[in-house]
C-alpha cells in the first residue's frame, strides 16, 4: 500500500516536473526566436529612407 | 482625436521630408507581378484631386487641418469636409473656409457611421477624380504631401494607394511610446516596398482602383459597412485586384496620438478586433500571409511574457529559481534594438533614446500590446461563434471622450 501511495505520489511530480520543464522549453525557445530574429534586425544595414 | 492640431504646432523648418529633387527620390522597390490600374490619369497638372476629410466632433481640429490642406503646393481640386452626426461646430468651422471647401453637414447611422459618410461624399463627388485623398480631421499633411502622391501615381502605373508616413508630436510617456511603434512600422513597410494598409488617417487612392472594388463588389462605395476597419479591408480589395499599395517615402503626415491608457486601449482593441474578424474572413492567402504571421508573432509574444512570470514565480514558490547571467543577453540585445529604432524616429529627441534605453517603459507597451493581442483574439472568436459583434467604433468615441 506505502508502495501504490508512494508511485502515485511519484507519478504527479513526474508530471508536474515535465509539464513546467515543457512550459520551459516552450518560453525559453519563443523567447529565442524571437531574439534571433532581433539580432538580424540589429546587423541588417538601416534603410535608406527615412521611417 | 480631441486635441488640437494647428499648422503652427508642427515644428518649422521640418514639413518637407526628405527634400530633394524629385528624379533624386527613391523609387520603391518592385516585388512580384503587379497589375497596371485599368485607366490612365490624366497628364500632369491636370489631374483632378479631390480630399475628403470625415469628421465627427473634431471643432478642435478641423481648421488646423483644412488651413495645411489648403496650404499645399499643389492645391486640391476639391475639398469636402463630411461633418457626420456632429453635436459641436464642426460644420460651421468647416464653412467658414473659401473654396474648394465644401462642407456636407450628414446625419447617418451610426453604425459604422464612419464608412457611411465617405461613400457619400465619394458617390457625389469622387466619380470624375483621378486621385482620392483621405485624411482624418485631427491630423496635418506638410506641403508637398498632394503634389507628392500626385507624382508618385504619375511614375508607377501600378500603384493604386500610397499612405503617409504617421508621426505624433508630443513629449508625454504614451506619445513616445506610440511615435516610436509608428516608426518602426513605417521603417518595415518601406524596406518591403507595399503595405497591408492604406491608413485612412491620411493617404491617396486611385480613383479608377475605387471604382474597380465598386464595381467588383457591388457595393454602395469603396469602403466596407462590415469590417471594423474599413481602410485595412480596402486595401486588401484592391491588392487581391493584383494592384501595389505602400507607404510613400516623401509624404509624412502629424497626426494625434492617444493621450490615455483607456483611449489607446480602445483604438487598439477596435484595430486588432477589426483586424483578426478580416483576416479571419478573408482566410490565408499570399495578400493575407504576413498579417497571419504578424498575428502569429504577437500571440508568441503574449504567451513567452506571461510564461516567463509564470514560470519565475512557480520557481520561486518552488526555491529551484536559479539565475543563469546568459539570459541578460536577450535582454541587452532587446534594448541595443530598441536604441538603434529610436535613433531613426522622426523628430525625435533625447528622451526617446533614453526612454528605449531604459527598458522598461518599452517593456511596459510590450505588455499592453500582449493584452490587447490576447483580450482581441478571443473577443473575435467568440464573435465568430455567438455572430455578435461589438461596434468598437463608439468604444472608442467613448474611451477618447468625443
Known amino acids: 500500500m506505502y508502495g501504490q501511495q508512494a508511485t502515485a505520489s511519484g507519478g504527479a511530480a513526474t508530471l508536474a516536473y515535465t509539464g513546467l520543464n515543457s512550459a520551459w522549453w516552450v518560453t525559453a525557445g519563443i523567447g529565442l526566436v524571437f531574439a534571433g530574429l532581433t539580432l538580424i534586425q540589429l546587423v541588417r544595414r538601416p534603410g535608406a529612407m527615412r521611417p | ?402
Open chain 2, 1 to 402: 482625436m480631441t486635441a488640437v492640431l494647428m499648422s503652427a504646432d508642427l515644428p518649422a523648418g521640418s514639413l518637407v521630408d526628405d527634400a530633394r529633387p524629385p528624379a533624386d527620390r527613391p523609387t520603391p522597390p518592385r516585388r512580384g507581378t503587379w497589375h497596371q490600374v485599368p485607366g490612365r490619369i490624366r497628364p500632369p497638372g491636370a489631374e483632378r484631386v479631390v480630399v475628403l476629410v470625415p469628421a465627427h466632433n473634431e471643432a478642435a481640429s478641423i481648421a488646423g487641418t483644412l488651413r495645411c490642406v489648403l496650404d499645399q503646393e499643389r492645391v486640391p481640386d476639391l475639398v469636402v469636409v463630411i461633418a457626420n452626426n456632429c453635436t459641436d461646430d464642426t460644420a460651421g468651422i468647416a464653412a467658414t473656409f473659401p473654396a474648394p471647401v465644401l462642407v456636407l453637414d450628414v446625419t447617418v447611422p451610426r453604425s459604422h457611421g464612419k464608412s457611411r459618410a465617405l461613400n457619400l461624399a465619394w458617390q457625389r463627388h469622387c466619380t470624375d477624380a483621378d486621385v482620392v485623398v483621405c485624411l482624418d480631421a485631427d491630423t496635418a499633411l506638410p506641403p508637398n504631401a498632394i503634389g507628392d502622391w500626385v507624382a508618385e501615381f504619375q511614375a508607377d502605373p501600378t500603384l493604386a494607394g500610397s499612405s503617409s508616413k504617421f508621426t505624433m508630436l508630443g513629449g508625454d510617456l504614451l506619445t513616445r511610446l506610440q511615435r516610436a511603434e509608428f516608426a518602426r512600422w513605417t521603417d518595415t513597410s518601406l524596406r518591403r516596398g507595399w503595405t497591408s494598409v492604406l491608413a485612412g488617417t491620411g493617404c491617396a487612392v486611385r480613383q479608377s482602383a475605387l471604382q474597380a472594388v465598386v464595381d467588383g463588389d457591388g457595393r454602395d462605395g469603396p469602403w466596407s459597412y462590415s469590417s471594423q476597419v474599413e481602410d485595412f479591408e480596402l486595401t486588401y480589395r484592391i491588392r487581391e485586384r493584383g494592384w501595389r499599395c505602400q507607404v510613400s517615402p516623401t509624404v509624412r503626415a502629424y497626426t494625434d496620438s492617444m493621450k490615455t491608457v483607456r483611449a489607446l486601449w480602445g483604438q487598439r482593441m477596435k484595430w486588432q478586433v477589426g483586424t483578426v474578424e478580416d483576416l479571419l474572413s478573408f482566410g490565408a492567402d499570399r495578400w493575407t500571409l504576413p498579417d497571419w504571421r504578424q498575428q502569429f508573432a504577437g500571440l508568441a509574444a503574449a504567451v513567452c511574457r506571461v510564461g516567463w512570470v509564470a514560470l519565475t514565480v512557480v520557481a520561486l514558490l518552488l526555491g529551484v529559481l536559479t539565475f543563469h547571467p546568459v539570459w541578460l543577453l536577450l535582454s541587452v540585445l532587446f534594448v541595443a534594438n530598441d536604441v538603434r529604432q529610436a535613433l531613426r524616429i522622426p523628430h525625435r529627441d533625447r528622451l526617446d533614446v533614453v526612454l528605449a534605453a531604459l527598458l522598461l517603459p518599452q517593456e511596459f507597451f510590450a505588455w499592453m500590446r500582449a493584452a490587447w493581442f490576447t483580450a482581441a483574439w478571443a473577443e473575435a472568436l467568440v464573435g465568430r461563434f455567438t455572430h455578435r459583434s461589438r461596434d468598437r467604433w463608439a468604444m472608442q468615441y467613448r474611451a477618447e471622450g468625443v
